[in-house]
């Protein structure tokens, strides 16, 4: 199982990062929703920040 951490991009408002041990990558909320559902977004907006735990690979799924 593998750990994403997502955050907002500074100065955006539909952008987030996710930071992975490897890797890094930047996309929309509308695909972060797509891929995950939107109970993804909670935590995004009450705290800044989220974490995905999933053992799919994270950087295909939001190509």
Do not use: H
Not at 2 to 28: D, F, H, L, Y
């Amino acid at each position: 199982m593998k750990n994403w951490q997502c955050s907002w991009v500074p100065g955006t408002m539909n952008r987030v990062q996710i930071k992975g041990e490897n890797a890094s990558t930047e996309t929309t909320i509308d695909k972060l929703v797509r891929a995950f559902g939107a109970p993804i977004l909670t935590d995004l907006y009450l705290r800044g920040r989220a974490v995905i735990s999933t053992e799919r690979d994270l950087l295909k799924i939001l190509a």
